[in-house]
């Protein structure tokens, strides 16, 4: 079992920069891996980005060259570093955990999920 809370979220102007984390509990965290999600009021949830056990990552091209997700699995945490915002970027956040051993970009593909952190982000 696996347990995620995400931080980090909160109102910022287009251009500016956030930085979302999500902590994990469990000792088997380093195994997973993690991805970020987001949901824009009356819009599907879709996938962001993602990363592996080992760091490799990767991204929707709608973020692609402005988020990068990180990891560091002492810590049991996942980062998702947010620059360029975007008032489109706006939307609840999620980190989930999957236990597949390669990256997956659908969200029933991942087993656990976060209770989301909102985003908002001001033109």
């Known amino acids: 079992q696996v347990q995620l809370v995400e931080s980090g979220g909160g109102l910022v102007q287009a251009g500016g920069s956030l930085r979302l984390s999500c902590a994990a509990s469990?000792?088997?965290?380093?195994?997973?891996?993690m991805g970020w999600f987001r949901q824009a009021p009356g819009k599907e949830r879709e996938f962001v980005g993602a990363?592996?056990?080992?760091?490799?990552?990767y991204y929707a091209d709608s973020v692609k060259g402005r988020f990068t997700i990180s990891r560091d699995n002492a810590k049991n945490t996942v980062y998702l570093q947010m620059n360029s915002l975007k008032p489109e970027d706006t939307a609840v956040y999620y980190c989930?955990?999957?236990?597949?051993?390669?990256?997956?970009?659908?969200?029933?593909?991942?087993?656990?999920w976060g209770q989301g952190t909102q985003v908002t982000v001001s033109s």
């Open positions: 989930a955990a999957s236990s597949r051993p390669v990256i997956v970009t659908r969200s029933y593909e991942y087993d656990y």
């Open positions: 469990g000792r088997t965290f380093s195994r997973y891996a």
């Open positions: 990363i592996r056990w080992n760091g490799n990552t």
